[in-house]
């Protein structure tokens, strides 16, 4: 059973505009959510993260959402940069911490000059 | 501070045969987590460690297994290897306090033949 979903395999969006990527979860146990940002041949890269406590963590560019009633997240990137054109993992977790994450499928958004 | 480090980068097995990969993390980080991934599976939880003590573990079978030395790295081992087990498996470690990310390492990149 899938607990955390990106339903989106892929995503284009045009340099300097907004890009949003989803995410739904179905673990209610769930409270510490990540967003995680991963080039070919890398480890995936810590982006921004959310206690179940807040709705919205802001960090630069980054923004996540956490809607706990409809158990979804999103995050948004503004404005998008060719070098954002990555796959984009939404994790999560119980108990406060990044620790055993459980992963979505990823989103491989790509920002077009 | 030098990132997560793992031996080897890239790995050719064939059948039946077993493995160990091994990681090495960040200067001061206790816990060492072990995840797969595959284009099927995604990325997947497999283990963690704290203090040598396997803490958690994921859904995989015995054949996976690991272990973690008293400087923090660790090793794991897939014994009777199957095509299957085809994937990138990363570690992440994580500082000792509250814990708000994990970061990963470059991968070991397994190919069973």
């Known amino acids: 059973d899938q607990q955390v979903k990106q339903n989106s395999p892929s995503l284009s969006v045009q340099e300097g505009r907004i890009s949003i990527l989803n995410c739904d979860y179905t673990n209610s146990m769930f409270d510490y959510f990540l967003w995680y940002k991963k080039y070919p041949a890398e480890g995936p890269t810590f982006l921004i993260s959310?206690?179940?406590?807040?709705d919205k963590n802001e960090d630069g560019r980054f923004t996540v959402f956490l809607n706990k009633s409809a158990k979804h997240l999103s995050l948004h990137i503004v404005p998008s940069q060719p070098g954002d054109s990555a796959v984009y993992f939404c994790?999560?977790?119980?108990?406060?911490?990044?620790?055993?994450?459980?992963f979505g499928s990823g989103t491989q958004l790509t920002v077009l000059p | 501070k030098a990132g997560v480090t793992q031996t080897p980068r890239y790995l050719i097995k064939t059948r039946g045969q077993q493995v160990t990969l091994s990681c090495s993390p960040i200067?001061?980080?206790?816990?060492v987590s072990w995840y797969q991934q595959t284009p099927g599976q995604g990325l997947q939880f497999l283990f963690e460690?704290?203090?040598?003590?396997?803490?958690n573990k994921g859904n995989f079978p015995g054949r996976f297994s690991g272990r973690q030395f008293s400087n923090s790295r660790s090793e794991m081992n897939v014994s009777t290897l199957e095509l299957g087990d085809s994937a990138l498996y990363l570690c992440?470690?994580?500082?000792?306090?509250?814990?708000?990310?994990?970061?990963f390492g470059p991968g070991t990149r397994l190919t069973v033949l």
């Open positions: 200067s001061g980080h206790r816990s």
């Open positions: 994790a999560a977790n119980h108990g406060g911490s990044a620790r055993q994450l459980t």
């Open positions: 959310i206690s179940s406590i807040k």
């Open positions: 460690y704290f203090s040598e003590t396997q803490r």
């Open positions: 992440a470690s994580s500082p000792p306090s509250q814990v708000n990310e994990q970061f």
